[in-house]
Every structure is written in structure tokens, then in C-alpha cells.
């Protein structure tokens, strides 16, 4: 069952970080824009500063989106929010990473608008209680402003989704990548958990992750998830109107954007976005 979109001849567009491409990566700003865009769904990454405050920053470290240097978890928050979000981008003006709660009330005003929040604390890498507790905290907060409807969980740890479908007892729909080695090593059974799974077209060999050739997976990796109830979504690698329409003829259902004006637009003249 299809978890939002309803309608075979449509794809589902998420801005991807907001519209990174077009707008410094996770602010508000680039949020703003996305949703004025059109766009169905936001997506951005989870992390926690050394409080222990929720603040959305795609990187461990805050030295390639802003004028600061480090890792996010060693900055207390006043540190994070003193940071200029847009330093690297040319022409716009100073703004300080936004918390979630920022976010899930923008998200909150729009009320057709999806979320998708990929949780950036990794069980295997920064402990399963700090990885667990983000994901406790994300879920409080999504509560906390009526948005459990509207959202998805989102992680490469498939350890940390498998934590959130049985403590929550499948209550969120929740988003992997496949192949499944993406989840990392104790992944479980992915199939037991998962509502979507961005394809992502690459190849385990000698124990290590290698990128294969073309932004569009095969047929049959569209088919296995879609024989296990499994939504396939696209990641920003399909960029072109050639890739997005063998991406919906092969079974895509939403394409997560850097330039979701440029996705909507090639969307709308295939007759699959309003």
C-alpha cells in the first residue's frame, strides 16, 4: 500500500536537505523555499549537540556548511546557534542552523506538507544510548506537534530502525536504503521493518561500499522491494528528465531532490506532478 500517494501516475518530490543546490543546505531558508516550490515533503538529518539539544546538520562536523569548525555532538548548543549556516554561500545572509522544533513548526503550518527526518546518530558509532535517545527525543517532539501522520524515520543504521519499529510498535513509517548492506552489519531483517527504501546504486566487494555507474538501479531491485511491500524511492543521483522518467516506469514513487524546482518542473511535463 502505497503510504501517501495514492495516485499510480504521480511521484512524490522531497526537498533534499531543503534545496541544496539552490539554498544553503538545512536552514530555514532552504525549507521556506522548498515548500513555496511545491515540493511534497522536506527531508533533513538529525543531530545533537553536546547538551543534548536536536539541531539539523548533515555532517558530523559543522566546518563544510558554516564558519565554524568541529563536531557537532562537542559544540554546546549556544556554540551551534552562534554558526552562519549560509558562510559558503555566496550572496545570501548570515543565518544559524535551525533546531527540529524550528522545522516541525513550519512543517506544522502546512497541513499537506511531509517530513522526512533521517536520524544522524549511528548506534555503532556514537553508542546505542546516544543513538537511541535522538530517536527517542525525535519522536517526542514529532508527537509533541501532531505530525506523527505525516512523517518518516529515516536512517543508514538499520539497527536504530529496527529499535524504532518494535519500541513504537511500527507506529512510524520508517525509511532504509537497498541494498540492504547500507544498513550496516547488524541490519537485521530489513524486511520486517521497513515501509521504503531509498535504491542507491552500489556494490559491496572485499567488505567495502563501491558507487556503480548511472544514477538509475535496475529493474529488479525496484521489483524486490516492491514484491516485499516495500515503497522504492529515489535519492538525488537521478537529476536529469531522462532519469526521472525510468525511475517512475520502473516503479519509483517519490525522488528526494537537490533542486526540486528543476524535479518538479520536469515532473509536471511527464504529467506525473500536479
Known amino acids: 500500500m502505497p503510504l501517501w500517494n495514492n495516485d499510480p501516475n504521480v511521484m512524490l518530490v522531497a526537498g533534499h536537505r531543503g534545496a541544496r543546490r539552490i539554498r544553503p543546505e538545512n536552514t530555514m531558508t532552504a525549507f521556506r523555499y522548498a515548500i513555496d516550490?511545491?515540493?511534497?515533503?522536506?527531508?533533513?538529518?538529525?543531530?545533537?549537540?553536546?547538551?543534548?539539544?536536536?539541531?539539523?546538520?548533515?555532517?558530523e562536523r559543522v566546518d563544510r556548511t558554516t564558519d565554524g569548525t568541529g563536531r557537532v555532538r562537542d559544540l554546546t548548543f549556544a556554540d551551534f546557534r552562534r554558526l552562519n549556516a549560509a558562510a559558503h554561500?555566496?550572496?545570501?545572509?548570515?543565518?544559524?542552523?535551525?533546531?527540529l522544533e524550528e522545522?516541525?513548526?513550519?512543517?506544522?503550518?502546512?497541513?499537506?506538507?511531509?517530513?522526512?527526518?533521517?536520524?544522524?546518530?549511528?548506534?555503532h558509532v556514537e553508542g546505542e544510548e546516544m543513538a537511541f535517545d535522538t530517536a527517542d527525543k525525535t519522536v517526542a517532539l514529532v508527537e509533541k506537534y501532531g505530525l506523527g501522520d505525516r512523517v518518516i524515520l529515516n536512517s543508514f543504521s538499520g539497527k536504530l530502525l529496527d529499535y524504532l519499529a518494535r519500541k513504537y510498535d511500527h507506529c512510524y513509517p520508517l525509511h532504509g536504503f537497498y541494498p540492504y548492506f547500507y544498513l550496516g552489519p547488524e541490519?537485521?531483517?530489513?524486511?520486517?521493518?521497513?515501509?521504503?527504501?531509498?535504491?542507491?546504486?552500489?556494490?559491496?566487494e572485499n567488505g567495502k561500499i563501491r558507487s556503480l555507474d548511472g544514477p538509475v538501479c535496475p529493474q529488479p531491485w525496484f521489483d524486490e522491494l516492491l514484491s516485499?511491500?516495500?515503497?522504492?524511492?529515489i535519492g538525488p543521483g537521478a537529476k536529469t528528465y531522462e532519469d526521472l522518467?525510468?525511475?517512475?516506469?520502473?516503479?519509483?514513487?517519490?525522488?528526494?531532490?537537490?533542486?526540486?524546482?528543476?524535479?518538479?518542473?520536469?515532473?509536471?511535463?511527464?504529467?506525473?506532478?500536479?
Not at 90 to 99: D, Q
Not at 191 to 199: G, I, N, P
Request: hydrophobic residues 35%.
Open 245 to 274: 522518467e525510468i525511475c517512475f516506469s520502473r516503479g519509483g514513487r517519490l525522488i528526494t531532490s537537490d533542486n526540486p524546482v528543476e524535479t518538479l518542473e520536469f515532473l509536471r511535463r511527464m504529467g506525473h506532478h500536479r
Open 187 to 204: 541490519h537485521g531483517d530489513p524486511e520486517t521493518y521497513l515501509d521504503v527504501a531509498c535504491l542507491i546504486h552500489g556494490a559491496l
Open 37 to 59: 516550490a511545491g515540493v511534497d515533503m522536506v527531508e533533513t538529518d538529525i543531530r545533537q549537540t553536546k547538551d543534548h539539544q536536536l539541531v539539523l546538520m548533515h555532517d
Open 89 to 99: 554561500d555566496e550572496g545570501f545572509a548570515p543565518e544559524c542552523p535551525p533546531t
Open 228 to 233: 516485499h511491500n516495500i515503497e522504492p524511492w
Open 103 to 123: 522545522l516541525l513548526e513550519l512543517v506544522a503550518a502546512h497541513p499537506t506538507m511531509l517530513v522526512n527526518l533521517e536520524l544522524k546518530e549511528y548506534p
